[in-house]
């Protein structure tokens, strides 16, 4: 079964905008990542935030964790077409490196 | 691209066959993970190799096997194929415990009938 889910399913919104991505989890972790995928195919390492960190950058995206409330978000600054893709995050609960994903957020960058 | 392949890239096979995946690691990277992703589910991991040894399974029958080999690449066989084994099957590496991020391949389809 999955480990968290994410919130919303599925987002669409105009290009420029931002987008936001949430992740809640249920046990406790070392650390979060998110990831992308474009079309059903692999995925991509987006950025990954350690549990005693609490917000981190990485170009356009900014991710948040609150440990406490077991959750994460993803937010995504001046969004393009090209960042039209579904989005997971993933953690460790699963043990050191087998990671535990959510069900993902499909993100619609309308031109 | 993060320099790890898998082949096939699809494969159609028919209940009760048995099926063999590929999977090339990035280079200098020893540890392998398979994930099973259906169809609009985030992956679940299925099990990791390092050094040749299984090293960790999910919740997936004994007729999902894996192999790993000096190189470091690895096959993933199911026996005994069910409709629900359809789904894309990523395979994933990664350096040794410590370097948590995993690098993905394409990933192969795989559709039972």
């Known amino acids: 079964s999955q480990q968290g889910e994410e919130d919303p399913q599925a987002l669409s919104i105009q290009e420029g905008e931002n987008a936001t991505m949430n992740c809640s989890y249920k046990?406790?972790?070392?650390?979060l990542q998110w990831y992308r995928q474009n079309s059903g195919r692999g995925l991509v390492h987006l950025i990954l935030?350690?549990?005693?960190?609490r917000e981190k950058h990485s170009g356009r995206l900014r991710v948040t964790l609150d440990t406490s409330k077991k959750s994460s978000s993803l937010l995504i600054t001046a969004s393009r077409a090209a960042d039209t893709a579904s989005y997971f995050c993933?953690?460790?609960?699963?043990?050191?490196?087998?990671?535990?994903f959510g069900q993902g957020t499909r993100l619609t960058i309308n031109p | 691209e993060t320099g790890v392949t898998q082949s096939p890239t699809h494969l159609i096979k028919t209940r009760g066959q048995q099926v063999t995946l590929r999977c090339s690691s990035q280079s200098g990277h020893n540890t392998v993970s398979w994930y099973q992703q259906a169809l609009g589910q985030g992956p679940q991991f299925i099990f990791q190799?390092?050094?040749?040894?299984?090293?960790g399974r999910g919740n997936f029958p004994p007729r999902f096997s894996g192999l790993q080999f000096p190189n470091y690449s690895s096959e993933l066989n199911v026996n005994a194929l069910e409709l629900d084994d359809s789904a894309l099957y990523l395979c994933?590496?990664?350096?040794?415990?410590?370097?948590?991020?995993?690098?993905f391949g394409p990933g192969t389809r795989l559709l039972v009938l």
């Open positions: 994933a590496s990664s350096l040794p415990a410590g370097q948590e991020t995993q690098y």
């Open positions: 935030i350690r549990s005693n960190e």
């Open positions: 190799y390092y050094r040749e040894e299984e090293n």
């Open positions: 993933a953690t460790d609960a699963g043990g050191a490196q087998k990671l535990v």
């Open positions: 046990t406790s972790i070392n650390n």
